[in-house]
């Protein structure tokens, strides 16, 4: 089994698929400021539901990057302490590589940072900046870019948002990692002291 946890998007995903990476079930719920005390009972329940013990959790998927400080903190240290006791393999996979392998050469790629800026991604060489929320609605002015690829909490008039992961094209793509631990991923904002 594997056990994909996507808590960085709004509203949280947790998916759970076979060996052969086919859908079993999946759980969707608001997390927001509440990933310390809905994280673990929503994923007992999802395990429960399909009479899947942890045990029968092969592999553990993430998504660790980007998103609120104490949100993939408590989000990486539930799935590490699932795999102190089980034992098993882990896999992290960021925000932004994630809509890359569901949306390939489909940019940018937003994803809210705070209330006064967001993370964005402008095209397949560019690295991850950080801007305020109105220099998004000039770049997209200025760039006549009428569709982007997010998750924020911004409304832009005339422009597409798209939003929804395809979870099992995903993982799919992606290569399970047989790591034991994972490590929680932060960019430091230069107005943060």
């Known amino acids: 089994m594997i056990l994909f946890i996507d808590t960085i998007s709004k ?25 310390s005390m809905t994280l673990n009972p929503n994923i007992d329940e999802l395990l429960k539901k399909n009479n899947i013990s942890y045990f029968d959790i092969e592999n553990i998927v993430l998504i660790n990057w980007p998103g609120s400080f104490t949100g993939i903190r408590t989000a990486v240290l539930v799935a590490n302490t699932i795999n102190f ?25 937003i994803k809210d940072s705070s209330r006064r800026d967001l993370f964005i991604k402008k095209d397949n060489l560019s690295k991850i900046e950080i801007i305020p929320n109105e220099d998004l609605i000039a770049y ?31 993982l799919n793509k992606i290569k399970l990692d047989n790591k034991t631990k994972l490590e929680a991923f932060y960019m430091k904002k230069p107005n943060i002291s």
């Open 11 to 35: 509203p949280c995903f947790i998916w759970l698929f076979d060996d052969n990476k086919n859908l079993i079930d999946s759980k969707i719920y608001d997390i927001t400021g509440n990933e």
């Open 85 to 109: 006791i089980i034992k098993k393999n882990m896999t992290g996979i960021d925000y932004f590589s994630m809509y890359e392998i569901a949306f390939p050469d489909n940019y940018p790629i």
């Open 140 to 170: 997209l002015k200025e760039n006549k870019i009428s569709k982007i690829y997010w998750d924020t909490n911004i409304n832009l008039d005339n422009t597409k948002k798209i939003t929804n992961i395809d979870y099992v094209k995903v």
